[in-house]
């Protein structure tokens, strides 16, 4: 432990999925490292860790946001919303039919943190346009090539009506 700067353990207070959790670490450990080494919440990925490719975004207080730069103090008893909490195997969001329907994943590491912010998309506005669901996928990476099939699902599941 370096002396300089010794590390102060606090208590955190997370609404996790609709589950409300506490979590004890340091104020600046980043999000994604709760949710995948303390939760178990593996579905949200590490990509760059730099915030750059959009594999790790989870939904804070409904704002799509990088988990990989989002420091636990700026979740502090705010409601997380991750892969894991948009559907069940036995009854998928409607982001996530869609995306089957649409075959719009490939390899799927870029999947989950393009559902969550296509989610928050359709949570603040319903009826997105292609652009605006353009815009809304533009931070994230899919080496697969598969972004204009994620463009048509997301349009598909704006169509169901159905809010994030």
Same mark, same amino acid.
Request: charged share 25%; net charge positive; proline share 5%.
């Given at each position: 432990m370096n002396?300089? /700067?010794? =590390? =102060?353990?606090? =208590?955190?207070? +997370?609404?996790? %999925?609709g589950q409300v959790t506490?979590?004890?670490?340091?104020? %600046? =450990?980043? *999000?994604v490292y709760v949710l995948r080494e303390e939760l178990g919440l593996k579905g949200t990925r590490l990509g760059c860790g730099q915030s750059q490719c959009g594999? !790790? /975004?989870?939904? *804070?207080?409904?704002v799509s946001v990088p988990a990989c730069d989002t420091p636990l103090w700026a979740?502090? %008893?705010?409601?997380v919303i991750t892969i894991e909490g948009l559907g069940q195997p036995d009854a998928l969001h409607a982001l996530q039919q869609a995306f089957i329907d649409e075959q719009a994943a490939q390899c799927g590491y870029c999947v989950s943190g393009i559902l969550v912010s296509a989610a928050a998309l359709l949570g603040k506005c319903p009826q997105p346009s292609e652009a605006q669901v353009?815009? @809304? +996928?533009?931070?994230? +990476? !899919?080496? !697969?090539? @598969?972004? %204009?099939?994620?463009?048509?699902?997301? *349009?598909?599941?704006?169509?169901t009506g159905v809010a994030a």
């Open positions: 002396q300089d /700067h010794p =590390t =102060t353990l606090r =208590t955190f207070k +997370l609404k996790i %999925n506490s979590i004890e670490a340091d104020d %600046n =450990t980043p *999000l594999a !790790c /975004h989870v939904m *804070l207080d409904g979740a502090d %008893n705010k409601a353009r815009e @809304a +996928l533009d931070p994230h +990476l !899919c080496r !697969c090539g @598969a972004h %204009n099939r994620m463009v048509r699902a997301v *349009l598909k599941a704006a169509s």
